[in-house]
């Protein structure tokens, strides 16, 4: 398992009963996480004083309980910089687990020795395209929510990144990539973080067992001579690491590379065992 284990303002600080106590900054928060399906007393004093808990309903969705938790606050990771704020199910704008992927990436970028085009599709707020432009690469940032583009350009402002080599774009992905092909542009490096499900910004459905392996066939039709990296992430129960494994293998067997997949998981402080946190799937170059 690759584990994020760097962090200084995030900690999963117990996890029990369907749900995990952390700590985002100076913030105490409760969510549920679907992993967690032990039963394990809680001692941890976080648990009788948290500063928001989400409650998950069993109709389906939840809602969020609020003590005392600013409408938005900032954490940092190395030189980043992320908002954070409560928002529809259960999430804060930010997937700590992902840092064990910047980390990797960010060192490839940085001993590459040439300049690195940088292609992050489903790009969320921006985690990945901060950390890879950081690193020094030229990064393309697509999402099909305006929101959530808007939210990644105030988190590279706050990371002193509003000058970096970035383009923000709100658009489907798969369409993207489609007119990308016909243009000829190339990428020597693509990052994808899919939904297990969504839509597009004119209700493109996007199913993830059906269109992940043809939207990776595709992106290899967009990559440079010499690709650096591809990275895949899924949080789907469905796509275990030896699928990703197998998809990445598969297309990208032309190209110089090895390919390796795993777990990602964040360390739980009371316990000091490894909280899963799906899988990602990783093709480098010799």
């Given at each position: 398992?690759?584990?994020?284990?760097?962090?200084?303002?995030?900690?999963?600080?117990?996890?029990?009963?369907?749900?995990?106590?952390?700590?985002?900054?100076?913030?105490?928060?409760?969510?549920?996480?679907?992993?967690?399906?032990?039963?394990?007393?809680?001692?941890?004093?976080?648990?009788?004083?948290?500063?928001?808990?989400?409650?998950?309903?069993?109709?389906?969705?939840?809602?969020?309980?609020?003590?005392?938790?600013?409408?938005?606050w900032s954490i940092r990771y190395g030189e980043l910089s992320f908002h954070l704020k409560p928002f529809s199910f259960k999430h804060t704008g930010l997937f700590p687990e992902q840092a064990v992927n910047w980390d990797w990436f960010g060192d490839k970028i940085r001993k590459a020795g040439r300049p690195v085009k940088v292609l992050n599709l489903f790009a969320y707020t921006g985690g990945a395209t901060l950390a890879a432009a950081a690193a020094g690469a030229q990064v393309t940032h697509v999402d099909a929510s305006k929101g959530?583009?808007?939210?990644?350009?105030?988190?590279?402002?706050?990371?002193?990144?509003?000058?970096?080599?970035?383009?923000?774009l709100v658009d489907d992905c798969v369409k993207f990539v489609e007119r990308e092909i016909r243009r000829g542009s190339r990428y020597d490096a693509i990052?994808?973080?899919p939904p297990s499900y969504g839509r597009g910004p004119k209700g493109e459905v996007w199913k993830i067992e059906d269109a992940i392996h043809p939207l990776i066939r595709l992106c290899v039709d967009i990559l440079s001579e010499r690709p650096l990296f591809f990275l895949v992430n899924s949080y789907t129960t469905g796509l275990a690491p030896a699928v990703l494994t197998y998809m990445l293998a598969t297309e990208l067997k032309k190209f110089d590379g090895t390919v390796d997949s795993q777990e990602i998981g964040l360390p739980v402080t009371e316990s000091g065992l490894i909280l899963p946190c799906g899988a990602s799937g990783r093709w480098e170059n010799r």
């Open positions: 398992m690759w584990v994020a284990d760097k962090w200084k303002d995030y900690e999963v600080l117990d996890a029990s009963r369907g749900e995990k106590l952390e700590r985002w900054g100076n913030y105490i928060l409760i969510r549920p996480d679907p992993q967690v399906i032990w039963d394990t007393e809680r001692i941890h004093k976080g648990w009788k004083k948290c500063n928001a808990h989400y409650h998950r309903s069993s109709r389906g969705g939840g809602e969020w309980e609020f003590f005392d938790l600013p409408q938005q959530m583009v808007t939210w990644a350009k105030e988190n590279a402002a706050a990371s002193g990144l509003q000058n970096a080599p970035i383009r923000w990052i994808m973080d």
